[in-house]
C-alpha cells in the first residue's frame, strides 16, 4: 500500500469515527499501523495512533487507550506533536484514578508548549492541569487554570475546546458549591456542545442535570439526564455512559422510585469499572453506599462506603474520602454506633472544609446535631449547617431555582431547627 493509499484509508477512518461507527474506525486505524511502514508514512501513522486511542477511550478500553497514546509520544517525531501526547497521556491518567501522573505529564506539556510558543498546546495543557486539580480537590487551583485556558481557546476561537474547558469549570464551581456559576457555566458549554458533537453534549447535560439535582430540582435533572443517557446509548458513547446512570439512580432515588434508582446505580458501577473510569467509580460508590443504607442494606452500604475510603486514600483524592467517611458515619449511626458515627463525621468536617465541599459540608454539621450529646452543641451543628446553606442560597441569581433549594424539604428542615 502505497502512502495516497495510506491517507485515503486514515480519512475513511476518520470520517466513520464522526459518525460514530467506532469499531469500523478502530479496524481502519489498525490496518494504517499495520501498513505503514516508511519515513514518508509517519506523519500518517503519528494521526491513526492519536484517533485510535481517543476511540479506545471512547469504547471504554483505557489501558489500551493509554498504550496508544504513550507510543505516539515515543514516536511524535516534533516537540509540538510532543505536547499533543502529553496531554492525551495526562487526560487518561486523570480518566484511570491517577491524578497525580496525569499532573506531571500535562505540567510537562505546559512547560514545552511554553517554551514553544504554542498558544493551542499551552491551552490544552492547562485545561488538563485544571482538570487534575479538580479530581485532587485543588479546587481553586482548578479554577485558576481553568479560567486561563477558557480564555486562551476563546482567543482561538475553538468552540470544542471551550465547551469541555467551560464543562470543566462548572464542575469546579459545583464542587465549590458556587451553583449559579456552575448553572451558568453548564448551559453556556451546553449551546456549544450542541453544534459541536454528541458525546460533549451528553457529558455536559449529565453535569447540568446534578447541578439541578443538588439543587432539589429533581424533574428539571431528571430531564437532563434522560436526553443525556439517550444521546449517549444512540451514539456508542460507553465512556459516558456511567456517569448518567448514576445521576439517573440518584435523581430516582430522590424522587422516591428507590428499587428502580438502584437499578441505575448498579450498571453505573459495573460500566465504570468495566470502562475504567476511577473517578466515576468512586462517585458512585458513595451513591449507592447512600442508597442502599437508606435501603436498609448496611452491611453491604459499608463495604461500599470502606472500598470508597480506601480507593480514595490509596489515590491522594481528598473529596472522595470525605464522601466515604460521611457514608460509613451513616451506617454507624444506623447500628446505634453513634461514637463511631461521630469520630468519622469529624474527620470528614475536617477534609470537607479543606477540600472546600460546601453541600457535603452542610450535611456533616446536620448529621452531627442529630448524634450531639446536649441541646448546645446540638443548636451549633443546626446553625452552622444553615450558614453554610445560605452561602450556597442566596448568591444564586435565578430566584426560581433559589426557591425550589429553600424550599425543599431536606433544607427547610435544617433551616427551622436552627432557629429553634
Given at each position: 500500500?502505497?502512502?495516497?493509499?495510506?491517507k485515503?484509508?486514515?480519512?475513511?477512518?476518520?470520517?466513520?469515527?464522526?459518525?460514530?461507527?467506532?469499531?469500523?474506525?478502530l479496524a481502519?486505524?489498525?490496518?494504517?499501523?499495520?501498513?505503514s511502514?516508511?519515513a514518508?508514512?509517519?506523519?500518517?501513522?503519528?494521526?491513526a495512533?492519536?484517533?485510535?486511542?481517543l476511540v479506545?477511550h471512547?469504547l471504554?478500553?483505557?489501558?489500551?487507550?493509554?498504550?496508544?497514546?504513550?507510543?505516539?509520544?515515543?514516536?511524535?517525531?516534533s516537540s509540538q506533536?510532543?505536547?499533543?501526547?502529553?496531554?492525551?497521556?495526562?487526560?487518561?491518567?486523570?480518566?484511570m484514578?491517577?491524578?497525580l501522573?496525569?499532573?506531571a505529564?500535562h505540567?510537562?506539556?505546559l512547560?514545552?508548549?511554553?517554551?514553544?510558543?504554542?498558544t493551542a498546546g499551552r491551552a490544552t495543557?492547562?485545561s488538563?492541569?485544571?482538570?487534575?486539580?479538580?479530581?485532587?480537590g485543588?479546587l481553586?487551583?482548578?479554577?485558576?487554570?481553568?479560567?486561563?485556558?477558557?480564555?486562551l481557546?476563546?482567543?482561538?476561537?475553538?468552540?470544542?475546546e471551550?465547551?469541555r474547558?467551560?464543562?470543566?469549570?462548572?464542575?469546579?464551581?459545583?464542587?465549590?458549591?458556587?451553583?449559579?456559576?456552575a448553572v451558568s457555566?453548564?448551559?453556556?458549554?451546553?449551546a456549544?456542545a450542541?453544534?459541536?458533537?454528541?458525546?460533549?453534549?451528553?457529558?455536559?447535560?449529565?453535569?447540568?442535570?446534578?447541578?439541578?439535582?443538588?439543587?432539589?430540582?429533581?424533574?428539571?435533572?431528571?430531564q437532563c439526564?434522560?436526553?443525556g443517557?439517550?444521546?449517549?446509548?444512540r451514539a456508542g458513547?460507553?465512556?459516558?455512559?456511567?456517569?448518567?446512570?448514576?445521576?439517573?439512580?440518584?435523581?430516582?432515588?430522590?424522587?422516591?422510585?428507590?428499587?428502580?434508582?438502584?437499578g441505575?446505580?448498579?450498571?453505573?458501577?459495573?460500566?465504570?469499572?468495566?470502562v475504567?473510569?476511577?473517578?466515576e467509580?468512586?462517585?458512585?460508590?458513595?451513591?449507592?453506599?447512600?442508597?442502599?443504607?437508606?435501603?436498609?442494606?448496611?452491611?453491604?452500604?459499608?463495604?461500599?462506603a470502606?472500598q470508597?475510603?480506601?480507593?480514595?486514600e490509596?489515590?491522594?483524592?481528598?473529596?472522595?474520602?470525605?464522601?466515604?467517611?460521611?457514608?460509613?458515619?451513616?451506617?454507624?449511626?444506623?447500628?446505634?454506633?453513634?461514637?463511631?458515627?461521630?469520630?468519622?463525621?469529624?474527620?470528614?468536617?475536617f477534609?470537607?472544609h479543606?477540600?472546600?465541599r460546601?453541600?457535603?459540608?452542610w450535611?456533616?454539621?446536620?448529621a452531627?446535631a442529630?448524634?450531639?450529646?446536649n441541646?448546645?452543641?446540638?443548636?451549633?451543628?443546626?446553625?452552622?449547617?444553615?450558614?453554610?446553606?445560605?452561602?450556597?442560597?442566596?448568591?444564586?441569581?435565578?430566584?426560581?431555582?433559589?426557591?425550589?433549594?429553600?424550599?425543599?424539604?431536606p433544607i427547610?428542615?435544617?433551616?427551622?431547627?436552627?432557629?429553634?
Amino acid at each position: 500500500m502505497n502512502t495516497e493509499e495510506l491517507k485515503q484509508l486514515l480519512q475513511q477512518a476518520e470520517q466513520a469515527q464522526s459518525r460514530q461507527a467506532y469499531q469500523e474506525a478502530l479496524a481502519g486505524y489498525r490496518r494504517v499501523l499495520a501498513e505503514s511502514t516508511t519515513a514518508a508514512e509517519q506523519p500518517t501513522r503519528l494521526r491513526a495512533l492519536r484517533q485510535q486511542g481517543l476511540v479506545l477511550h471512547i469504547l471504554g478500553r483505557q489501558d489500551a487507550a493509554m498504550s496508544s497514546f504513550q507510543q505516539y509520544y515515543l514516536e511524535a517525531g516534533s516537540s509540538q506533536r510532543a505536547v499533543d501526547a502529553l496531554v492525551l497521556i495526562g487526560r487518561q491518567h486523570v480518566q484511570m484514578g491517577q491524578p497525580l501522573k496525569g499532573l506531571a505529564a500535562h505540567n510537562e506539556a505546559l512547560q514545552l508548549a511554553e517554551a514553544l510558543n504554542d498558544t493551542a498546546g499551552r491551552a490544552t495543557a492547562l485545561s488538563g492541569i485544571g482538570g487534575a486539580f479538580v479530581v485532587l480537590g485543588r479546587l481553586e487551583e482548578a479554577l485558576t487554570n481553568l479560567g486561563r485556558s477558557l480564555a486562551l481557546f476563546s482567543q482561538l476561537g475553538d468552540e470544542m475546546e471551550q465547551a469541555r474547558v467551560g464543562n470543566q469549570l462548572g464542575i469546579t464551581y459545583a464542587r465549590l458549591g458556587m451553583l449559579d456559576k456552575a448553572v451558568s457555566a453548564f448551559r453556556r458549554s451546553l449551546a456549544l456542545a450542541r453544534r459541536t458533537g454528541p458525546r460533549e453534549t451528553a457529558i455536559i447535560l449529565g453535569n447540568l442535570g446534578q447541578s439541578y439535582q443538588e439543587l432539589y430540582d429533581m424533574e428539571q435533572a431528571l430531564q437532563c439526564h434522560q436526553e443525556g443517557l439517550a444521546l449517549a446509548e444512540r451514539a456508542g458513547l460507553r465512556s459516558g455512559i456511567p456517569d448518567l446512570c448514576r445521576n439517573l439512580g440518584v435523581d430516582l432515588m430522590y424522587l422516591g422510585r428507590l428499587p428502580e434508582g438502584l437499578g441505575y446505580l448498579h450498571r453505573a458501577l459495573e460500566m465504570s469499572e468495566t470502562v475504567g473510569q476511577q473517578d466515576e467509580r468512586l462517585q458512585t460508590l458513595y451513591s449507592l453506599a447512600l442508597a442502599e443504607q437508606q435501603n436498609g442494606e448496611l452491611a453491604q452500604a459499608e463495604a461500599r462506603a470502606q472500598q470508597l475510603i480506601g480507593l480514595a486514600e490509596t489515590n491522594k483524592m481528598r473529596g472522595y474520602l470525605a464522601d466515604g467517611l460521611h457514608a460509613l458515619g451513616l451506617c454507624k449511626q444506623a447500628r446505634g454506633d453513634t461514637p463511631a458515627a461521630e469520630q468519622l463525621w469529624q474527620r470528614a468536617i475536617f477534609i470537607a472544609h479543606e477540600t472546600a465541599r460546601r453541600f457535603l459540608l452542610w450535611q456533616l454539621h446536620a448529621a452531627m446535631a442529630e448524634i450531639a450529646g446536649n441541646p448546645d452543641l446540638t443548636r451549633v451543628h443546626y446553625r452552622i449547617a444553615a450558614e453554610v446553606i445560605e452561602q450556597i442560597a442566596y448568591p444564586l441569581e435565578d430566584k426560581e431555582l433559589r426557591q425550589t433549594f429553600l424550599n425543599a424539604a431536606p433544607i427547610r428542615a435544617i433551616l427551622w431547627a436552627a432557629r429553634g
